[in-house]
């Protein structure tokens, strides 16, 4: 069927103003102690924006269910979090499909597992990716299926290339993945399989780069799990793994490559023509690097030094307008009409910037211009902060963040706009782990457990501004929002209606 993209007129709400759209990035809601770096940080924009709770301030869920994904104890995500946000609607992300579809081994059946089975015979089956239970790029229960499943359907030498994690999971937790893995990959030796981890390093220094950021933390990565080199050299992962984190500083994030040997001391898994090689991750943005990087005959970021011939296939498509990889296990989440599209097609011009410096900045401008009728950003510093663990740095952080609302609510003043502020998902209101009953957890040492991960806080979503018509407030008929409402939100806050599938308006307006 055609899609209609023109969207009705909202009966009550002016065309023509300008919105800005602010997306504070892992900015939850928790309860106000010292390890909630929002509370601690000064942040009188935020605070006075919650000052308008309930009509023009509330509260929206950022993770589970409400953002696609598997269960409610799946913290949200960026990747997640702006998809709801975009959409509309919820759909299966990634880690939800990939389930489904080791679930009703559906994965073995289609054409990417297939073209993988080719080199079961002569070759040997390669698995990179991150190495946890944080459920954010991978889950170590889907590698422990894919792995089953593989060696049932003829999978004879099969080497696991694994990352580090620290940044989902707690720091340290690596030791623990590591022994639950080589355990099971004992146990398929036990049953005539050789199959054995050959390589790893920590995610942040060891193949996960984004964005084109540092081609070298890919280089890293690559020489270790196809060239079969490193700097350190284990006779096992969890050898290597214990080792390497007795160094001072040493963090999962950012453990250094290391290669497992045989007795020879030589490399036990590098990547050879004939082999296959899956990367596990089921989010993208980390693992495009490398895709291309085992994908591309013209590649000029490093040099490969040595290109194996291999049968290569993501657990997911990871770029859809780059067809990369080409082949895949699991088909990604097909998220069509999203908010953007259709406010393009309804003549609404829009700014968007994210992960760049001084985005605040950028965004006051480009609303002075004039020439945008919505400009959308990403304040990444709770997020990005939040993750090294460092209490002190988030507090900062927040604060620069609040500041850098302040930049941007201030130019919505002067050209008689309207704001959302609102964020993707939690990560510095909260930075210990903590009991059932909210006690944070000490380690055997005594010390808290600082968590570096995201969390299952909801977010706040606030909405003002000299152009937003008086009547506007939040409506309190919908029980538990989530992300995928603010779409039909900003549709109404620029004068339309939004696409009767969306997930409803969060705001009514009332007669005066
Ligand atoms: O850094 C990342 O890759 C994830 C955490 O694993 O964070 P975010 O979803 O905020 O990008
Ligand atoms: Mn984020
Ligand atoms: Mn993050």
Wanted: hydrophobic content about 40%; proline content about 5%.
């Amino acid at each position: 069927m055609a899609t209609s993209w023109t969207l009705p007129d909202h009966p009550k709400l002016p065309k023509g103003k300008k919105v800005a759209v602010v997306v504070l990035d892992g900015w939850g809601e928790a309860n106000p102690d010292k390890y909630n770096c929002i509370h601690v940080a000064q942040t009188p924009v935020m605070d006075s924006l919650k000052n308008g709770a309930p009509e023009k301030w509330r509260l929206v869920k950022a993770h589970g269910t409400a953002v696609g994904l598997p269960s409610d104890d799946d913290m949200g995500n960026s990747e997640v979090g702006h998809n709801a946000l975009g959409a509309g609607r919820i759909f299966a992300q990634g880690a939800k499909l990939v389930d489904s579809a080791l679930a009703s081994g559906k994965i073995f059946d289609g054409e990417g597992f297939k073209y993988i089975k080719e080199s079961f015979e002569n070759g040997t089956l390669h698995l990179i990716g991150l190495l946890s239970d944080g459920g954010v790029h991978s889950r170590l229960d889907q590698v422990q299926l894919l792995l089953k499943g593989a060696s049932e359907r003829g999978a004879k030498r099969i080497r696991v290339h694994i990352l580090t994690d620290g940044r989902d999971v707690l720091d340290g937790s690596s030791v623990g993945f590591v022994e639950t893995l080589e355990n099971d990959l004992s146990q398929l030796r036990e049953k005539g399989v050789d199959a054995r981890i050959a390589s790893g390093g920590g995610r942040m220094y060891v193949t996960m780069d984004r964005y084109e950021n540092d081609w070298s933390v890919v280089k890293r990565g690559w020489d270790a799990q196809v060239l079969g080199e490193a700097p350190h050299k284990f006779k096992s992962a969890v050898e290597a793994v214990k080792t390497l984190r007795a160094e001072p500083g040493a963090n999962d994030q950012y453990l250094p490559p290391f290669v497992i040997v045989d007795e020879s001391g030589s490399a036990v898994g590098p990547i050879v023509d004939g082999d296959a090689v899956v990367t596990f991750n089921f989010r993208a943005d980390r693992m495009v690097m490398l895709a291309k990087a085992l994908e591309y005959a013209d590649f000029d970021k490093f040099d490969r030094v040595r290109v194996p011939k291999i049968r290569y296939a993501g657990m997911l498509q990871y770029d859809g307008e780059l067809l990369l990889p080409k082949r895949y296990l699991v088909s990604p989440p097909e998220i069509e009409r999203t908010s953007g599209e259709y406010l393009v097609k309804n003549g609404i011009r829009t700014f968007a910037c994210r992960h760049a410096v001084e985005i605040a900045e950028k965004a006051r401008d480009a609303l002075l211009s004039g020439k945008f009728d919505q400009v959308r950003v990403n304040l990444p510093n709770g997020d990005m902060v939040g993750h090294t663990g460092d209490i002190e740095a988030t507090v900062v952080a927040c604060k620069t963040a609040d500041e850098a609302v302040k930049i941007i609510l201030d130019a919505v003043e002067q050209v008689g706009g309207i704001y959302l502020v609102t964020a993707d998902h939690g990560n510095a209101e909260d930075m210990v782990k903590r009991n059932k009953s909210g006690q944070p957890l000490l380690d055997k040492s005594g010390a808290i457990q600082i968590l570096t991960s995201h969390t299952l806080q909801p977010v706040p979503v606030a909405i003002g501004g000299p152009g937003l018509h008086p009547g506007v407030k939040f409506r309190s008929d919908i029980e538990t929002p989530g992300l995928a409402n603010v779409a039909a939100t900003v549709m109404n806050l620029h004068g339309f209606e939004a696409p009767a599938d969306y997930e409803p308006t969060l705001i009514e307006v009332a007669d005066n």
